[in-house]
């Protein structure tokens, strides 16, 4: 069995055209450490688990995002951040599907 920590994910490029994979390889990969609880609202996570959880984040993002939050501390914020920033997408990826 391959461990997880070998896994290899895709950085999420800084246009977001990969925004959609990479959300899912994110909350899978957090979901099996124990962390996804971490980029939900109101949690209680510890500040391991955050710390934890932020590296995580910064490690998969393109350096230019890395750049731009690079004063954000939380992970939550973190995500709500790259959310707010490329969430437009699934909007646009959904239609063509539809439309295909």
Known sequence: MTNIENQKFVTLDI?????LSCVLDVK?????????HTIDEDNTASN??????LIFLR?????????????????LELWQNINDRFEHLKAVVLSKTLND
Not at 28 to 36: A, D, E, N, Q, V
């Open 15 to 19: 246009s977001g055209k990969n925004y």
């Open 48 to 53: 391991e688990e955050r710390a934890t959880t």
């Open 28 to 36: 899978l990969h957090l979901s099996t450490k124990k962390l996804k």
């Open 59 to 75: 490690h998969h993002i393109d350096d230019g995002l890395k750049y731009e939050y690079l004063t954000v501390e939380n992970p």
